[in-house]
Each structure stands twice: as structure tokens, then as C-alpha cells.
């Protein structure tokens, strides 16, 4: 899920690295100093996450783990995603600098969605509502990211709906794999360290 | 407990801090699972698309592949003068990613890969190496011309140097010789080099450790930064 570079036009990169650089500038206002440690922990799980490559459906397709990662960190996903992402640019060359705040954007902003929508059922303590939340944040980061790439290529000609089309198909096996990772992890935390699923507002 | 030290260093008293520990520790273990998948993750992939190519004889030869090696079948390419940014020629990859065009002018040609959503890479074939493959397939024209049986040959030199003294007719001889020969010992040598050229796209283990160095340490200075405001808050309100 990264855009390569030289694909998109100025505008849609200048308007990316503005809107994740207020991302990441709220985000690092609200960490504090007790979270960052777990900010640090999931930009890692995020950085090798795209290299387990998941061999189901007509294109294999790799974890992205934005949905657990807004999850868990609501609005601090932003610098803890940029982190991961510039460094796999410089390091495995997925993406790049010019479209790091593009690639930033499409993979945190539908993470901060999973957690503004989902989050607070995670209070419940119905077990169901807890599992159903949990799955349902970890689609909506796969599949927010999918229209996202849709909507930036839309200005290359390509056509959001056949864009979005494909790659919301390539990724329809990883959406319901990252759902059940995603309701395994918050069901494990919920129950082994409850008070982290408690995200600063 | 590395990271209790860690931790102790940026503010010392706050490592007592149950709370903290307790969260360090859970994120220590969780730090360890992903690194384990991390190195035993022997399928890497992303949609990260390359391509390289090389010309010949006046033709170059282009390929289209993905990290993980698969071939980018009927992907578009365009090829432009990297000097003029004009666009020279457009086609699509066969099945095996691979596509192929006769060299149409003597200038830098930047080759780009479009292989859909999102994914494009280029390669640019230097002005030397497209009028080097231009000259040898002239050389190769005219060798052709006196000698029917002449192997492909990557030759430098322009007709021109040559003259019809017997001495110089048998040196060039000679070098058409050697050129066949290095040409046939080259060949798997060039195969490896595509080969090596692929597989330079994949992560390392190297790199994926090295990038999680790089993540302890970005966030340790942020954490240093927190840290020090934490502290003068607590000086300034005793």
C-alpha cells in the first residue's frame, strides 16, 4: 500500500505532506511521556509488518496493521506511522521522500477513523462488541488506505473507481486477515493489560 | 531489562513508576514477537515494482518485476529523451514482464514502468550505452558485410579508424575474435547481474534490524525530549 514516487502530481503531494505534518504535530502533542514506549513498539510492528506477505486471493498483499495502530494510539498513529515509513524508504525503498506524506496520509487517517469510530466500544465489556469493534477497525485501515490511493490518483488519469475497484479487491483478503489480527490483539490486550486500550483523547 | 535502563537513563525516578514498568515490559515482549517475525519472515513482499535494462546491438532490452520477483506481465511502458523529456514510444510488457524496441535516437532514454495503482519505476539507459550499443551494431552491420558467420559483437571502435593495411585487417580481426569470445564469457555474467539486480530489491534482515535500531533510537530521543520537560515541570512545581 505505498505509492511509488513520480506518480502523483505536485498538488496531491503538496496537500499529503500538509495534512500528515498536522497530523504528526498533533500526535507528538498528545503523546506523553508513559506512551512512548508503546508509540515506539507499534511503529516497529508497522515497519516489518509490510514484509509479511499474505498469500491469499488474486494478488498476495502484505499486513499493514493501521487499523490496531489507530486503535491503540489514536492521533500519536500519525508520528509512529511517519517513523516507520521514512525509514522504509530509506531502508527497502517502498514508497519514497517526495510521497512520504501522501503514503503517510492514506495509511494514518483511516487509522484515526478506526479509532474515532471504534475505540469506544472497546469499553464494552461485552465480549462480542469488543471482538466486532476490533475486527471492523482493522478492515476500515485496509480499506480507507484503498479508497485513499483511489482518490490521490484520481488527478494521474487513472480513474478513482476502477483504482479503488482493484485494489479494494486485491485487498479483501488482507482486510478480513487484518480484522482477525486486529481482534486477537485487542481481545489479548483487553484482557492481559486493560488500561492501554484507555487512549488519551 | 534493557529497556528499564534505557528508561532509567533518560529520568531516573521514573522507572519506579509501576505503571510505566508494567507497560514497558508488555511492550518489551511485544517488541520481541515482531522482531521475530520479522526474522523468520522468509517471503517478503510489497508492491514495490522494478525495472532494469540494458541495450544490445541496437536494441534495448527492458524488464518489469516486483519485489518479490514475479514479473510485472502486461504492464505499460513509455520511453522518453531523458534530455528533451520527449515522449519517444509507448508499448506493454509480454508475459514474462519483458519488452524490447529498437534504439530511436542517440540520446539518454529514460525507461518508465507503469504497472497500476500507484506502482512505477524507471531506468535510465546513460548516452553512452545507447551509442555504444548504436556503434557496435554499425560495427556488427558492416563486419557482417565481409564475414556472414559474425557472432554478435560490442565493439567501440568506429569504421572509420580502420584502414585496408593488411596489418590493421588482421588486428581487427583479432578483435573481432576477442569481442565474440568476451561477448560468450560475458553473457552469464550479465545473467547474474540481472539476477543480482533483482534480488538488491528484496529487505535484508540487515536492514529490517537496522530499521528497528533506527525506531529505539528516534523515539529514545523523543522520549529524552519528554523527558526533560517532564522534569522541569516537577522543579518548577515542588
Redesign the interface.
Known amino acids: 500500500m505505498h505509492i511509488s514516487e513520480g506518480v502523483l502530481s505536485a498538488p496531491v503531494l503538496v496537500a499529503g505532506a500538509v495534512f500528515s505534518a498536522a497530523g504528526v504535530a498533533i500526535g507528538l502533542k498528545k503523546m506523553r511521556y508513559e506512551r512512548i514506549p508503546e508509540v515506539a513498539v507499534l511503529s516497529s510492528a508497522f515497519f516489518v509488518a509490510s514484509l509479511i506477505h499474505v498469500p491469499v486471493g488474486p494478488s498476495a498483499a502484505h499486513l499493514v496493521l493501521n487499523g490496531l495502530l489507530g486503535l491503540l494510539l489514536g492521533w500519536m498513529a500519525f508520528p509512529s506511522i511517519v517513523v516507520a515509513l521514512a525509514l522504509q524508504a530509506l531502508l527497502f525503498q517502498f514508497g519514497g521522500f517526495t510521497v512520504l506524506g501522501v503514503n503517510t496520509f492514506l495509511m494514518a487517517f483511516p487509522a484515526l477513523v478506526a479509532y474515532l469510530v471504534f475505540s469506544p466500544l472497546l469499553k464494552s465489556t461485552h465480549f462480542g462488541v469488543v471482538v466486532v469493534a476490533a475486527f471492523f477497525s482493522g478492515v476500515t485501515g485496509i480499506a480507507g488506505g484503498a479508497i485513499l490511493i483511489g482518490v490521490a490518483l484520481v488527478f494521474t488519469g487513472e480513474g478513482f473507481l476502477n483504482v479503488a475497484k482493484v485494489i479494494l479487491l486485491a485487498h479483501a483478503p488482507i482486510m478480513v486477515i487484518e480484522g482477525m489480527i486486529t481482534g486477537f490483539c485487542i481481545l489479548f490486550l483487553k484482557r492481559v493489560k486493560p488500561e492501554i486500550l484507555e487512549v488519551v483523547r | 531489562m534493557k ?1 528499564g535502563s534505557l ?1 532509567s537513563f533518560v ?1 531516573p525516578g ?1 522507572w519506579n ?1 509501576r ?2 514498568r ?3 515490559a ?2 518489551a515482549a ?2 520481541a514477537l ?2 521475530l ?2 526474522l523468520f ?1 522468509r ?7 522494478n525495472i532494469f535494462a540494458y541495450a544490445q546491438e541496437g536494441k534495448v532490452f527492458a524488464e518489469g518485476y516486483f519485489v ?1 520477483g514475479s514479473k510485472a506481465k502486461n504492464s505499460a511502458i513509455e520511453v522518453f529523451d531523458q534530455r528533451t523529456g520527449e515522449k519517444l514510444l509507448s508499448g506493454k510488457t509480454d508475459d514474462d514482464g519483458r519488452f524490447s524496441f529498437q534504439i530511436p535516437r542517440p540520446s539518454p532514454l529514460k525507461i ?1 514502468l507503469i504497472a ?7 531506468y535510465v539507459l546513460s548516452e553512452e550505452e545507447v551509442k555504444a550499443a548504436l556503434s557496435s551494431l554499425h560495427h556488427f552491420v558492416e563486419q557482417g558485410e565481409k564475414k556472414p558467420v559474425g557472432a554478435p559483437e560490442k565493439q567501440r571502435e568506429t569504421p572509420g579508424v580502420r584502414s585496408a593495411a593488411s596489418s590493421c585487417e588482421r588486428s581487427e580481426e583479432l578483435e573481432a575474435i576477442i569481442g565474440r569470445v568476451v561477448d560468450s564469457k560475458l553473457q552469464p555474467v550479465l545473467t547474474i547481474l540481472v539476477d543480482l539486480q533483482e534480488r538488491s ?1 528484496k ?1 535484508r534482515v540487515t ?2 534490524l ?3 535500531g ?3 533510537g ?2 529514545g530521543v ?2 529524552y525530549f ?2 526533560t520537560h ?1 522534569q522541569k515541570d516537577r522543579t518548577t512545581r515542588p
Open positions: 529497556n528508561f529520568s521514573l513508576e505503571r510505566v508494567r507497560s514497558v508488555a511492550m511485544a517488541a515482531s522482531l517475525c520479522g519472515v517471503e517478503v513482499e510489497a508492491h514495490k515494482v518479490d518508465v497500476g495503482a500507484g506502482h512505477r519505476n524507471e530489491g529487505p536492514e529490517v537496522g530499521g528497528l533506527y525506531i529505539v528516534i523515539f523523543i522520549a519528554k523527558g517532564r
